[in-house]
């Protein structure tokens, strides 16, 4: 399994991104629960977002409710992260994730990881 995120960049505060994840696999996307991750400069890696298999589950981090949406498309084998009234505070490098076997992912349990985007979102 290979994850590869796009769509990282430099935003004035108040502005918007959209991050893609793209699976590569033989094995099915549908298969795996999704999550959107991110580590900012020294600090601990966090959860931002999960999403199910069908995407009828969501979870978010309390300081990304009501800004963030996750969603998944499975025919394009790709999760998304639209990311609305950026702060400074959410700048950092962002992870996607993938766990099997149903169950939502975390940074001790993903089992794949992708390479990461850098947001960065100036005052």
């Known amino acids: 399994v290979q994850l590869v995120e796009s769509g990282g960049g430099l935003v004035q505060a108040g502005g918007s991104l959209r991050l893609s994840c793209e699976f590569f696999?033989?094995?099915?996307?549908?298969?795996?629960?999704m999550g959107w991750f991110r580590r900012a400069q020294g600090q601990q890696r966090e959860s931002v977002a999960t999403i199910s298999w069908l995407g009828t589950n969501t979870e978010y981090a309390d300081s990304v409710k009501g800004r963030f949406t996750i969603s998944r498309d499975n025919a394009k084998n790709t999760v998304y992260l639209q990311m609305n009234s950026l702060k400074p505070e959410d700048t950092a490098v962002y992870y996607c994730a993938a766990k099997s076997l149903g169950i939502m992912p975390t940074s001790e349990n993903a089992d794949y990881w992708g390479q990461g985007t850098q947001v960065t979102v100036s005052s």
């Open positions: 696999s033989e094995r099915r996307f549908v298969s795996y629960t």
